[in-house]
Antibody, heavy 118, light 107 residues
């Protein structure tokens, strides 16, 4: 059974960089698309972007200028960096897997709340 | 981006009721639509993909259908464990987008 677990700071100051890591267990990171999705009361569910295990990425145009998603140094991890955060970036952040580039997300992490506040 | 409009945003129903939730796409997405169920403090779980294909392990009381750009999720007989929020998501084009959600509450 594939499991995903997000980790990272729960509090980030405005204008700083939000950094999260997703650790994948129980399955191969190869041949899958690994996404970050966030959920906030104001904007609902929002896809941030994906990284393919080869390193190929695709980002939501609404966030593209501030987002970097990359495979981790550990073989079973990938990460999210979101720069210049504001209160609008406060959300629960999920990592998720899709078996293809445009397919439903079949495995999700439990989510981690990130609050942007000074 | 493709906009998905769900209705209603919330509903109250009783155990045993038939419940219908609608998701309207702003343009043709063929059948590239998935329905998720989300319970409080949990991640979404997929129920139906390709508009009408039940995911493995999902009870048969859940069904999905499509008419043009309108999609429907039906729960034929609401059970206590079905009280949750339901979301549609299109995967026709990037970026994948989600509907605003329908919260199903106990009457």
């Amino acid at each position: 059974q594939v499991q995903l677990q997000e980790s990272g700071p729960g509090l980030v100051k405005p204008s700083e960089t939000l950094s999260l890591t997703c650790t994948v267990s129980g399955g191969s990171i190869r041949n899958n698309y690994w996404s970050w999705i966030r959920q906030s009361p104001g904007k609902g569910l929002e896809w941030i972007g994906f990284v393919y295990y080869t390193g190929t990425t695709n980002y939501n145009p609404s966030l593209k200028s501030r987002v970097t998603i990359s495979m981790g140094t550990s073989k079973n991890q990938f990460s999210l960096k979101l720069t210049s955060v504001t209160a609008a970036d406060t959300a629960v952040y999920y990592c998720a897997r899709a078996p293809g580039g445009l397919l439903p997300f079949d495995y999700w992490g439990q989510g981690t709340l990130v609050t942007v506040s000074s | 981006d493709i906009q998905l409009t769900q209705s209603p945003s919330s509903l109250s129903a009783s155990v045993g009721d038939r419940v219908t939730i609608t998701c309207r796409a702003s343009q043709d997405i063929d059948t590239w639509l998935v329905w998720y169920q989300q319970k409080p403090a949990k991640a979404p779980k997929s129920l139906i993909s390709a508009a009408s294909t039940l995911q493995s392990g999902v009870p048969s009381r859940f069904s999905g259908s499509r008419s043009g750009t309108d999609f429907t999720l039906t729960i034929s007989s609401l059970q206590p464990e079905d009280f949750a929020t339901y979301y549609c998501q299109q995967y026709k084009t990037y970026p994948p987008t989600f509907g605003g959600g329908t919260k199903v509450e106990i009457k």
